[in-house]
């Protein structure tokens, strides 16, 4: 089966929102909508990071998880749900060939192009509808308590698991195409991760009972086991995140959510074969893991909260740990290492106001180690509504909005052992759509498709406006521009002030030859070149031809723009 996609056009390269449209057939369940021929857009090198829409049809994309494959595929684990009703807002039609809710999917790129599938069961006759029972209420709409997780190995097979009040569930095609999802547990558990080791065994963490829990196994068999009780307390999220190391020993970074503590458990493995004490005949390359051996606890920062917790192993099996600290005004975001047994070096990354009325259900970081010790982290501010990403290639961490992050909870981070890959999905509250961030490549062209969503092109202002001197200035309140025109004198350099007056919203500047934005004349450097309100930023702009041309927020194109007039 071959899936085309439908023609569209990109508002910008530098901060493009891509909306593509999905081909089922990458694994077992979808079908292809209507094909057509897709169009290419050329992503300027430099450009870091571009943001596409995997998917927008219903309520879709909350709670993802993210991995990497071993060819370097970037692939994204997420909900499906039904549309709640809302005031002028037609409901989603059932569209031939694409699942239907409430299903748990899987959304992988390969060339550019974004495809999806159900890993969940999907009911034709007599009304197509998902069937996966615990991630949704009895309407299909969202509840609260789930999560996903999702790994792959190194065969690329996929292995999915989510939890809810139903229990946890996991889901693989390791047999060729996904098979029936096995119910690991059927009591109410949360907070689910899953890892797998290189010979393709899963390992599942999860809290229940008070405690948290790991099961691994395959096909229909699985064993559990306790792995730290925990104290039951407050409304904060609590995650479990595991990792399995290069000899497939697991490490589980969790929350103790009643002392708000950070803690990793490790596995007991036995002695490498030849090594002291094992009484093996020959050597191998490390410790084997234990089923039902035990572990071991320890507290990775007292008191230092571990909410939206998430672990990395570095190329030497080390641990590397991204939380939240919640303290009276201020959440800060920790990255801690441990370089050796039991002992850790915490840092602050960042920080935010700390509020009453933020989404703390919407915390989660993500961490990862590439091989060359670069360390990424990802977290949701809640205090600003938007995602942030930082790398640290030496002193310290860096940190970025990512492109079109506003509004959005719950990122989940997953990078490539060379450093090439980088896959980061949210959840878009305000649009309730599957965003997902990846690097961009020197000289890579992407097929675009759009989702099937309205249109929202926005047509310039007329321009009503002359220019006055070489000293341009305009102001942000909320999320409006103070004017829709501006001018400049042609033939001479100028420099546009920039007053954010919207606090706590990120927004820029942009000068572009028409509002297809994509040849960029002037202003911010790209969109991930914001000025977080209250504050001010002054661009300088080379002369310009006389004509109009055209100005917007990138982080919000489709209501603050203008025309920008030169003569």
Known sequence: MICGAVPGTLRKTALAKLGVATCGALLLLGACAPAGQPSTVKIEAGSGLITSVPDSVNDTGRDPSAA????????????????????????????AGYPQPPAVLLASQSKGLWGRISVTKQQATPTAVGVAPGISDSKGYAIGGVDTGVA???????????????????ATDAAGSTGEPVQITDQVASGVSVAVTSTGTPWIAYYQNDAVQVATGGGSKFTTETVAAVAPGGLLPARTS?????????????????????????????????????????????????????????????NGGGFGISLALDKDSNPHVAYY?????????????????????????????????????????????????????????????????AEKRGAGFVPVTVPNGFHGTHPALAVSADGKGIALAWYDTLNANLDVATQVAEGRSLAFSPTPAPSTTTAPPPAKCSPSGTSLSISAVGVAFSTDCLAAPAGTAF????????????????????????THLGGAKDGGDTVLGPAQAKYSVTPLKAGTYYFQCDIHPTQMFGAFVVK
């Open 68 to 95: 990497i494959g071993p060819d370097g595929t970037p692939e994204v684990a997420y909900l499906l749900l039904q549309q709640r009703p809302a005031p002028g807002v037609l409901p989603v039609p059932v569209i």
């Open 495 to 518: 420099t546009l002030t920039f007053d954010n007056k919207a606090t706590g919203i990120p927004h820029n500047v942009d000068i572009y030859t028409d509002s297809s934005a994509t």
């Open 152 to 170: 792959v190995d190194a065969q690329g097979k996929h292995h999915v698991v989510w939890s809810g009040p139903n229990g946890v569930y996991y």
């Open 242 to 302: 595991i990792k399995v190391d290069e000899n497939g020993v697991p490490m589980i970074a969790y929350t103790n959510p009643g002392t708000q503590t950070p803690m990793l458990a490790r596995q007991a493995a036995t002695p490498a074969p030849g090594s002291p004490g094992s009484g093996g005949p020959s050597p191998s390359p490390g410790p084997t893991p234990v089923p039902g051996a035990g572990w071991t606890t320890e507290t990775i920062e007292a």
């Open 325 to 389: 600290m919640n303290g009276a005004t201020q959440t800060e975001i920790h990255v801690a290492e441990s370089m050796s047994a039991s002992s850790w070096e915490s840092s602050k990354v960042a920080s935010f106001a700390a509020g009453s009325k933020q989404d703390v259900q919407g915390w989660a970081t993500g961490i990862a180690v590439d091989d060359n010790g670069v360390n990424y982290v990802t977290w949701a501010d809640t205090a600003t509504n938007q995602i942030l990403f």
